[in-house]
């Protein structure tokens, strides 16, 4: 993997709290918070326009959600990496969104050791 301060992160998040909250733990790691948006919409504007190495993605968000969002960003770039947020374990919403291209899931609350894990074995990948 890559060293953590050279991996570029982008979190998609309607709700401001949970921003902040991968924010702040994804800089206490040594990650770069390149990008931050609250809509699927806005995400894929940012990713276009950042290239970042990561997406952490909310399922759930006005307008387009994180189902379609990642799936507009895999069309784009196919090998990005895109880690679903949820808040339930809705399996017909999940499988959607694996389906989509993400490549797997982070559930809230988040707890910062399982997390961090998801990244680092994703970005090993």
């Known amino acids: 993997m890559a060293d953590a301060n ?3 992160v ?3 998040d309607d709700e401001q ?3 902040e909250v991968l924010r702040n733990m994804l800089q206490k790691d040594g990650f770069r918070v390149i990008g931050e948006a609250a809509s ?3 995400a894929v504007e940012m990713f276009r ?3 970042p190495d990561l997406v952490l ?3 759930y968000m006005p307008g387009s ?3 379609e969002a990642t799936r507009n960003i895999i069309t784009v770039a196919p090998a990005a990496k895109i880690l679903i947020c949820s808040g339930t374990g809705y399996d017909d919403d999940i499988n959607a969104a694996i389906q989509a291209g993400a490549s797997g899931i982070i559930y809230k ?3 910062d050791e399982e997390v961090m894990e998801t990244i680092r074995t994703l970005l090993a990948a």
């Open 65 to 67: 959600n994180g189902i």
């Open 17 to 19: 709290f949970f921003r």
């Open 57 to 59: 993605m909310d399922i």
């Open 40 to 42: 699927g919409d806005e």
């Open 6 to 8: 050279t991996v570029g």
């Open 49 to 51: 326009k950042l290239a």
């Open 109 to 111: 609350p988040f707890y």
């Open 10 to 12: 982008l979190i998609v």
